[in-house]
């Protein structure tokens, strides 16, 4: 078939002609369930056996724009192959791939609607003690065994060619790297907080630690990224934790994954000012979510360490000293682009609804400065930074 965006009657059809996934007899029953910025997921459920599956689809242009944002359909293939490398890497932390077709630019893959989305759960309150240890272990893995230390250096450079990703990255380099310190077309921001943006344009020395991280982004090919790792990415229950949505996966730094996650956690803690009201309650919560950026990185580097001496490929790489110089940069560097990540959802294009949801304009004025003051500091200490604790300290300082 060749590419077309499926109705809902197609999605159906064409999901019946799945081998091995509903019986002859299904009644299937389609939902279009696409919440994200770019493209359509079809929920298809058969109400007799309760059988289901999720079909996702990209669509030529990205979602949240319309037409005239074309985007390559290629996201498909390289979200469905990362998908396929995090399972045979992390098994049970990323939804399984059934199908993919090519000419659709269309996944099919396991339902995790008994899942939540994490940026809603943490909206509502809720706490997931084993998040940390899951996402920690899933990002060692990843970054791990993509990167030089653990596989071979030729196959790596092979496995770089089949995950060039410029159309995605342009994104990132744009909404992430570039516009949010410039006055540009494509920013959205608050305008009570008019104020605070244009000191960020006016602010030299955090121009050029954005300029740097931006640098690392657009040359450091060090591990197989997801990409996007937020919190509206990962699908979550107290028991378990699930990857999705990796099309922005390419070859990069690893601190931009740990960043994605340790800035959207900081971004639900600057939200709370919207969402819990009692003092006591509300200095609870960030608590535990500065506990779970601690424990994050703490999951994450002591995953990592343990796969390099166990799995090291690279002799060079057991050189003394080597080992701790290295951890100290991906803490760095997760450090900048969690900041980055901040304020890129404060001033930029796309949003988060941690904050933007917050019904009275001046309580989110008052959230989205916390979260940029937040983001700046972290941006401008990354270089310097010696220890997760004192991303923790900023975070207490801007939200007193
Ligand atoms: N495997 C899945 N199981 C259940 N729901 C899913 C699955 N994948 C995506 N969804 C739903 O579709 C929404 C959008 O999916 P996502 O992959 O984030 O799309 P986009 O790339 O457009 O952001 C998710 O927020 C979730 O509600
Ligand atoms: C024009 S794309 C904006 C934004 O959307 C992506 O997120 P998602 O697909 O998860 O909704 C990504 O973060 C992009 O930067």
Redesign the pocket.
């Known amino acids: 078939m060749s590419y077309h965006s499926l109705s809902l009657e197609e999605a159906i059809r064409y999901a019946a002609n799945l081998p091995g996934i509903f019986p002859e007899n299904a009644d299937l029953q389609v939902r279009e369930?696409?919440?994200?910025?770019?493209?359509l997921?079809f929920?298809i459920k058969d109400s007799r056996s309760g059988a289901s599956v999720?079909m996702?689809q990209a669509l030529p242009y990205a979602?949240v724009v319309g037409e005239s944002w074309p985007l390559t359909l290629d996201r498909a293939r390289i979200?469905s192959e990362a998908l396929q490398l995090q399972e045979s890497l992390c098994p049970g932390l990323v939804?399984h791939v059934y199908a993919f077709d090519q000419e659709l630019a269309l996944t099919v893959?396991?339902?995790?609607?008994d899942?939540i989305?994490m940026r809603k759960g943490l909206i509502e309150g809720n706490r997931y003690p084993l998040f940390a240890e899951h996402v920690g272990k899933f990002m060692a893995h990843t970054l791990f065994y993509t990167s030089d230390l653990g596989m071979n250096q030729q196959a790596k450079k092979q496995q770089v060619k089949r995950f060039v990703n410029p159309e995605l990255c342009k994104i990132t380099e744009d909404l992430i790297f570039d516009d949010p310190y410039t006055d540009s077309s494509n920013n959205n921001y608050n305008p009570l907080i008019r104020e605070e943006v244009e000191k960020l344009w006016r602010d030299e020395e955090l121009h050029l630690e954005v300029a740097l991280l931006r640098e690392s982004f657009l040359t450091h090919a060090e591990a197989l990224l997801h990409g996007d790792l937020h919190t509206?990415?990962i699908?979550i229950t107290p028991e378990s934790t699930?990857m999705?949505?990796p099309?922005f996966a390419y070859y990069g730094p690893m601190g931009f994954d740990i960043g994605a996650v340790v800035a959207n956690l900081l971004l639900n803690y600057a939200g709370q000012e919207g969402w819990i009201k009692d003092a006591g309650q509300r200095s609870e919560f960030r608590q535990y979510l500065l506990d779970t950026v601690r424990d994050v990185w703490g999951h994450f580097s002591r995953n990592f360490v343990q796969l390099w001496e166990r799995d090291n490929v690279d002799r060079m790489a057991r050189t003394p000293g080597y080992r701790d110089l290295y951890m100290k940069k991906i803490l760095r560097d997760t450090i900048g682009f969690a900041g980055c990540k901040m304020v890129r959802r404060i001033v930029g294009l796309a949003h988060v609804a941690d904050i933007d949801t917050i019904a009275d304009p001046q309580v989110r004025a008052h959230a989205e400065t916390i979260a940029l003051n937040i983001g700046k500091a972290l941006i401008k200490l990354n270089r310097k930074a010696e220890s997760i604790e004192e991303v923790i300290a900023i975070a207490e300082q801007y939200a007193k």
């Open positions: 369930i696409g919440d994200g910025n770019l493209n997921v929920h999720i996702k979602k979200e939804p893959m396991e339902d995790l609607s899942h989305i509206g990415s699908f699930k999705i949505d099309e």
